[in-house]
């Protein structure tokens, strides 16, 4: 029976009915039997709801798809972006290479991928292609924002843009071969060595924003330690770059413990985070504290008490 026929048999047999919508048609599959309009009544709020609800039923769609989702995303620490031509590299004999490292590659440079291989092999052409790029970005940002790129304030804002968005995430760039450079010396000390208050720039993946704070490093050699002015080195290599706190710290912690093979590391940061201060939730004097421990700094709480004690975090 085709819709219309049957909504015109419908409406004739329940003439008394005054409100008629086109709903009708979609509900008149059902018989005439005496409880036909209570059942209809019931289907209509069910639709009624469904249509209230919609923005909930998307949720429910994307809770519906959420495994598969999940299961595509990229473990950001577990899985490094690794750029193919690293596999070409197996093969080479054990001993010659260091471990497979969540946070530094075979060759040096940590979570690399080919943009960040392409970046520190650019030559001068090539980077000038990229800031042309990058400029033609930034225009357009200002474009949609409401200015006028070409009012003379910020007739040179997007090239210092580029510039400094290239400076802010230079991390991506280094090598922590270089950064080493060797400065590791069999001096026979065991005793916790701690650098405090390492000053953190760094830029939440998220918005793009920055956030700063401190970030104090902890390790117990094994007889060899590492030249102290490395560790913040390190700690601004995996600032400078698109980041969350919660990943920094434990990529420093990893590649310290990778670097120096020590009994054990601990790194701590406290940080300001400007998407939190200046939009969000708009709270001015939080402060987000993460810290990761490693080797004997995770088995003995004795000795992670004594750095968080040192550092000034108590926990
Ligand atoms: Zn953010």
């Not at 193919?84 to 440079?109: C, F, T, Y």
Request: charged share 30%; with cysteine.
């Amino acid at each position: 029976m085709a819709p219309a026929e049957d909504a015109t048999a419908d409406r004739a047999s329940h003439s008394r009915s005054k409100k008629r919508t086109i709903e009708t048609a979609s509900v008149s599959e059902s018989s005439a039997s005496s409880d036909d309009s209570s059942r209809r009544k019931k289907r209509r709020d069910r639709k009624a709801l469904k249509k209230k609800s919609s923005e909930s039923s998307l949720v429910l769609a994307a809770n519906g798809a959420r495994p598969s989702a999940f299961a595509k995303r990229r473990n950001s620490l577990g899985k490094a972006a690794r750029d193919p031509r690293d596999q070409a590299k197996k093969g080479v004999p054990a001993g010659a290479l260091r471990s497979p490292s969540p946070v530094i590659d075979e060759d040096g440079l940590s979570r690399p991928s080919t943009g960040t291989r392409e970046r520190r092999e650019e030559n001068a052409e090539q980077a000038e292609q990229r800031l042309v790029k990058m400029r033609g970005a930034v225009r357009t940002l200002l474009e949609c924002v409401g200015e006028d790129p070409d009012r003379e304030g910020l007739l040179d804002t997007p090239s210092r843009y580029a510039k400094a968005l290239l400076f802010l995430t230079k991390g991506y760039q280094v090598n922590v071969e270089d950064i080493v450079n060797n400065a590791l010396f069999h001096e026979g000390h065991n005793e916790m060595v701690i650098v405090k208050d390492i000053e953190i720039y760094s830029l939440c993946e998220h918005h793009l924003v920055p956030f700063t704070g401190k970030m104090h490093i902890g390790y117990i050699p094994s007889d060899t330690v590492i030249g102290l002015s490395k560790l913040p080195r390190i700690a601004e290599m995996y600032a400078r770059r698109l980041q969350i706190q919660e990943r920094l710290t434990k990529e420093v912690a990893h590649a310290i413990m990778e670097i120096l093979k020590p009994q054990g590391v601990a790194v701590v940061m406290e940080s300001s985070h400007l998407c939190m201060v200046m939009r969000g939730v708009e709270k001015t004097s939080t402060t987000t504290i993460t810290s990761c421990v490693l080797g004997c700094f995770e088995r003995k709480s004795k000795t992670r008490n004594e750095f968080f004690s040192l550092v000034g975090v108590n926990r």
